[in-house]
């Protein structure tokens, strides 16, 4: 769907513009496979309990490419879909962020949760979106909830977007809810 370019566009424009996430540690995609066979590989040594670790190495070990474009980070994510795609349905996504280096590398530099509940009337859609973006060590940078309405042909009507503090309770409450689904999220078999 042309709206998931969007949404890459928007966060690829958000994160680039924040100074904080160059300073972030970064990860290449050789080092989360590593991950994904062995524990020694690519996490800083202040990693939380919390079972981020556990999360990035799934997403590593199951997630899918999708390479980059011009100034668009490549990903490597995975998304759950509750729900026919082309009635009213809730969509899942989280995502790895990075570039692509000459030698081929992938280079982490932020993940992506976003959830989305897409309501579909007549032609339109009405996409109602969190999306809470975090550093590589999984402390959250930013949030934001968006409302979108846009044609089935992928025609964007209206789009309504404003930030959120990570602190607050509500913003706080809805991130560790999706983390925890993402946690206890069992991959399709590859």
Not at 91 to 119: C, H, P, Q, R
Request: aromatic fraction near 8%; charge should be negative; proline fraction near 5%.
């Amino acid at each position: 769907m042309r709206f998931q370019k969007t949404v890459a566009i928007f966060a690829a424009v958000l994160c680039l513009s924040v100074p904080a996430f160059s300073a972030a540690p970064s990860f290449s995609l050789d080092a989360l496979k590593g991950l994904a066979g062995s524990d020694e590989f690519g996490m800083p040594d202040t990693q939380p309990t919390s079972g981020w670790q556990e999360l990035v190495i799934k997403v590593a070990k199951n997630g899918t490419f999708t390479p980059g474009a011009e100034d668009i980070p490549s990903t490597l994510g995975l998304k759950k879909i509750t729900g026919a795609e082309n009635a009213t349905h809730q969509s899942e996504y989280i995502n790895l962020w990075g570039f692509v280096d000459e030698s081929g590398t992938f280079a982490a530099f932020m993940a992506t949760l976003v959830s989305e509940k897409w309501t579909l009337k007549g032609e339109v859609w009405t996409v109602e979106q969190r999306m809470h973006i975090l550093d590589m060590a999984g402390d959250p940078q930013r949030a934001t909830k968006a409302v979108i309405v846009e044609k089935t042909d992928g025609q964007v009507l209206d789009y309504k977007s404003e930030p959120a503090e990570v602190g607050d309770a509500d913003v706080a409450a809805h991130r560790n809810a999706v983390l925890d689904m993402w946690k206890a999220f069992k991959p399709a078999a590859k």
